[in-house]
């Protein structure tokens, strides 16, 4: 009868351990309860699924737990700066900030951890969103220089734009300041590669998912490169198609939550009418 309370007690307080401590008592247990077998103790087996069951429960019950107290701690950073925005943090820093909760928030998920656990950060994490977007703007106005074309460089055109800085353009005709400018490199690449110029853009597929409404447009004459800048060309995309991809990755990170139904339309505005391109 001793032997059967000392098996209990060992199965009503699981040690907290990690996987090699848990193998470890594994093996101790199963000879001890082949030992108790011997003695005409039963069912050894089953005891020890049982105890191995309730160590795995422990030790998973130990990683949600860190898993709350990490998701709690950058919530707690986190709130001073969505209900304030006196904040001394830099964009590139509250930029850092919500990556750090994005990642806490899918750790969190990947634990098993609760949306009841989950909600609180999610929450946080859109409002980090939307301050970077108002510090950002609510209308942003990026200029994108194209290189001189073969034909402009055969006539001996010149590049007259000067960029002193990535905000600013100087033109012959006066001075500019956008909200970012991509300026070519050099050669006949253009300013800023694809992925640099999206980069600017990518945060608003999220507000998008949020419920914000959002809209991304390329102006200028003929020939200018709109078209490269918002579809590029295979393996070298464009804002367009790098969006749709950013958006079906957003998409499936909440699938297990929400129902997402996503719809498409493309339309021309051409001498004033406007045509369904996708029309039948």
Do not use: W
Not at 85 to 111: C, M, P
């Amino acid at each position: 009868m001793r032997s059967r309370r000392s098996i209990d007690s060992l199965h009503a307080q699981p040690a907290s351990c990690d996987s090699g401590v848990l193998s470890t008592v594994t093996s101790h247990l199963r000879s001890a309860l082949v030992s108790a077998m011997a003695a005409g103790i039963s069912d050894s087996d089953y005891l020890v699924q049982r105890t191995i069951q309730d160590l795995k429960l422990h030790r998973s019950q130990e990683v949600k737990n860190q898993l709350r107290m990490d998701l709690s701690r950058i919530v707690a950073e986190t709130e001073v700066i969505t209900t304030s925005i006196s904040g001394t943090l830099s964009l590139e820093e509250l930029r850092n900030l919500k990556e750090r909760l994005s990642d806490e928030i899918a750790q969190a998920k990947q634990g098993g951890l609760s949306e009841k656990d989950i909600c609180q950060a999610e929450t946080h994490r859109r409002r980090l969103h939307n301050v970077i977007e108002d510090l950002k703007g609510q209308i942003r106005v990026f200029c994108r220089i194209r290189p001189l074309s073969e034909k402009e460089m055969l006539l001996g055109d010149t590049q007259v734009l000067n960029t002193p800085d990535d905000m600013t353009v100087e033109a012959p005709f006066g001075v500019f300041g956008f909200d970012s400018v991509f300026a070519p490199a050099g050669g006949r690449t253009f300013g800023g590669a694809q992925e640099q110029v999206f980069q600017d853009c990518k945060d608003l597929v999220q507000s998008a998912v949020d419920g914000h409404n959002v809209s991304i447009f390329a102006y200028d004459q003929t020939g200018a490169g709109k078209t490269h800048t918002m579809y590029g060309s295979q393996g070298d995309e464009g804002i367009a198609p790098r969006t749709i991809d950013e958006l079906f990755k957003i998409i499936k990170n909440v699938s297990h939550r929400y129902s997402v139904t996503a719809a498409g339309s493309m339309m021309e505005l051409h001498n004033n009418n406007l045509v369904d391109l996708l029309a039948a």
